[in-house]
């Protein structure tokens, strides 16, 4: 039990003044987490509550089963975008089908990342380099941060095919119609934070600018609804958009049911040999889709139009409120003075109770208690849709969990088990499923907090845990009149921290590839998205490409005496080569990837080096070889020998001579041919292949540089 609960390590040592440290850490970060949870739980497509429910049992369980004292999980920003783009496909945005998609893709990423970490298999996050995580975090943070321009500027937009088409409409719509009202809550906001962390970075920043703008909302009345019968609107053409609108969606439930019944016809009855009834069925569900597809693009340019209608309302004698099309009545002296815009959905408008907006959008009403204990349903048709982003959103979200708890541990001098920090990770997944959780992992941002307000082990996150279940049973009607507009300046605030361009001059002064492979990562994961596993795909695909080419042709160098009487690159250091020995070096193992490699490299130095008589592979960086790679070896010392040019090993290693000894190929090349280093074997050769030669001083033995003649030091 005490090496697989984090608490019993906690233990030792423990005493009051760490638990006060540990009390005051979990507090000062609850005090982040809740607005910050409520806001990616927004980005992921969920009602804000369910950020709550994702910061209830996560961040205890992670540190309990974890490795780090420090770490604090619980909803975070990349999470949250791949969680909404994963299912946006499959179902709609914060309905009750889309809400159980996010809980099951939380069950299936921590029984992944538990798998994984039970196997400790921790190290497949290599898998995905430093720079293709690099050029993702960067295009995701621009992708965040601009997701949230509608909430900012008070405005609805229905989706786009790509992201770079939501900005054009976001544009669009802003130019025609803008809240300022909403606009001035975020940019206060954004002040509030921005001001605090630089003046007052002690302070709960995110909690003081939530608790200043709802009092301001709530006190300036700064979300004005209303419902009202479709007869108080006096626009003909706002009464015929919505009966038009109302018609495309109309046979949208009736269509879905019966292409359910069909696909669910197909399920049941996929081992029938009735192959053409099949194909009918197939054709028939085939044909509603496309019916239910036109139906939506129809209804989404209705939409498009109701959301740009702004009315005016005009009092009656009687008080009550008739709307027109801004500035279209007469008499100013009985207008509102409010712009009113109707609320429209994904469902068909009630026209004896239209919602109109005619202030800025709150958080609303949110469930008091906590959420009921189930599993989540099972439906093996959607997890095996859902599978290929598991595994990134299981990577990802544990390559981020990782860095902040290393970062951490590089402070505190704390020692990390990267896969108990996986089996963490994992439950935390799963036991937040069971609590209506969606995808969760580390934060380096309330991790940062959590270090900084002194806390010494997990159990700070249990008092986290502990402040999140007091709210969701006490203090959830407080949140009802925080702004829309707040939640996305503290998103765009904390996505900041994504942004690191230094990333991509470190990756090209290190390997220009690596510079390119983030480059080209960045560029594609803003290309494709909302479509971000493309990116991601794309960049670990790219580095993996890399390193096979790398691999195939691992570096070959000729070995000559340097100044400090050691062996370097002849080539690289400018020195002489011996001709008559050429000392060989093979970076890298030999298998079968590169065994040819080897094989062109030895006969390019026997065709160029004339007077050749012996070649000394420096087998010392050979650290494997297989089957391949001891045939192409075979092969060589054949070839070589039979062109009257004598091979020999040095610094063969134990694993390399195992292989050649279970071959009997160290019985080809000759024990005598072995040597335990490259002086040695010089020492061997040196006399036998020099004997009548005409070098006097060989590079091999003497310090040799080369130098240019009189005329090419003129030129």
Request: with cysteine.
């Amino acid at each position: 039990m005490k090496s697989f609960i984090s608490y019993f390590d906690w233990l030792e040592g423990y005493g009051r003044t760490i638990l006060k440290r540990d009390i005051l850490a979990g507090l000062t970060v609850a005090l982040v987490l809740i607005p910050q949870s409520m806001a990616y739980a927004e980005l992921a497509g969920l009602p804000p509550y369910y950020g709550l429910y994702a910061s209830f049992l996560p961040p205890m369980i992670a540190a309990l089963f974890g490795s780090s004292r420090q770490l604090a999980t619980g909803p975070v920003a990349v999470v949250s975008l791949l969680t909404a783009t994963t299912l946006e496909p499959l179902a709609t945005a914060g309905s009750q089908q889309y809400i159980a998609y996010a809980i099951l893709l939380a069950l299936l990423v921590g029984v992944f990342q538990f798998c994984l970490g039970a196997l400790k298999l921790g190290l497949v996050v290599n898998f995905i380099s430093h720079p293709v995580v690099n050029g993702f975090s960067n295009a995701a943070a621009l992708i965040i941060a601009t997701s949230q321009l509608p909430k900012l500027f008070g405005i609805s937009i229905d989706k786009a095919p790509h992201h770079y088409q939501m900005i054009l409409g976001v544009i669009n719509s802003a130019v025609h119609y803008l809240h300022w009202p909403t606009l001035l809550m975020g940019a206060l906001a954004f002040f509030l934070m921005y001001g605090l962390k630089r003046i007052a970075p002690k302070l709960p920043n995110v909690l003081v600018a939530v608790t200043i703008t709802t009092i301001l909302s709530w006190s300036l009345g700064f979300e004005h609804n209303m419902v009202v019968d479709v007869a108080a609107i006096r626009s003909e053409q706002v009464k015929q958009t919505i009966e038009k609108f109302n018609r495309a969606l109309a046979p949208l439930e009736a269509l879905a049911a019966k292409r359910a019944r069909l696909i669910q016809n197909l399920k049941i009855g996929s081992d029938s040999t009735d192959k053409l009834k099949e194909l009918d069925t197939r054709h028939t569900a085939e044909r509603i889709a496309l019916e239910i597809a036109q139906s939506k693009t129809a209804a989404r340019k209705y939409r498009s139009r109701i959301r740009r209608f702004l009315l005016e309302g005009v009092r009656s004698e009687g008080g009550s409120l008739s709307f027109y099309h801004v500035n279209e009545f007469a008499d100013r002296s009985r207008v509102d003075g409010r712009v009113w815009r109707l609320n429209v959905g994904n469902t068909p408008l009630q026209t004896s109770r239209l919602q109109l907006i005619g202030g800025g959008e709150v958080v609303g009403d949110i469930p008091r208690g906590l959420p009921s204990f189930s599993l989540p349903q099972i439906d093996y048709h959607i997890i095996l849709h859902l599978l290929p982003f598991v595994v990134i959103i299981a990577l990802l979200g544990f390559m981020e969990a990782i860095s902040v708890a290393k970062a951490m541990a590089a402070k505190t001098g704390q020692r990390l088990d990267p896969n108990r920090e996986l089996i963490g990770q994992g439950l935390a997944n799963i036991i937040g499923a069971v609590t209506k959780s969606y995808p969760i992992s580390g934060s380096f941002s309330r991790s940062a907090v959590n270090l900084q307000s002194g806390a010494v082990s997990g159990l700070s996150s249990v008092f986290t845990s502990l402040t999140v279940v007091v709210v969701l049973l006490l203090f959830t009607p407080l949140f009802y009149h925080l702004p829309q507009s707040v939640l996305a300046a503290i998103i765009m605030l904390a996505v900041v921290g994504l942004v690191n361009i230094r990333g991509f001059i470190h990756a090209w002064q290190a390997q220009w590839y690596d510079g390119a492979i983030s480059i080209i990562t960045f560029v594609v994961t803003l290309a494709f998205a909302p479509h971000l596993d493309r990116g991601i795909l794309i960049g670990a695909g790219l580095s993996i490409l890399v390193f096979l080419y790398k691999s195939m042709r691992p570096k070959v160098v000729d070995l000559s005496l340097g100044a400090d009487r050691a062996m370097h690159d002849a080539v690289a250091s400018g020195l002489e080569q011996c001709r008559y020995i050429d000392v060989v070096r093979f970076d890298g193992p030999l298998f079968f990837a590169n065994a040819s490699y080897l094989e062109d490299q030895i006969r390019n130095r026997r065709k160029s080096k004339k007077e050749l008589k012996h070649i000394i592979i420096s087998a010392g960086s050979i650290n494997d070889i297989d089957s391949s790679g001891e045939e192409a070896l075979s092969l060589t010392v054949d070839r070589v020998r039979s062109a009257g040019i004598d091979i020999s090993l040095s610094g063969v290693n134990r694993a390399v001579m195992q292989v050649l000894n279970r071959t009997h190929l160290i019985v080809k090349i000759g024990e005598d041919h072995i040597y335990p280093t490259i002086e040695s074997a010089i020492n061997a050769v040196h006399e036998i292949t020099h004997r009548g030669g005409k070098e006097k001083d060989c590079p091999l033995t003497t310090v040799r540089r080369i130098t240019r003649s009189p005329e090419k030091r003129e030129n």
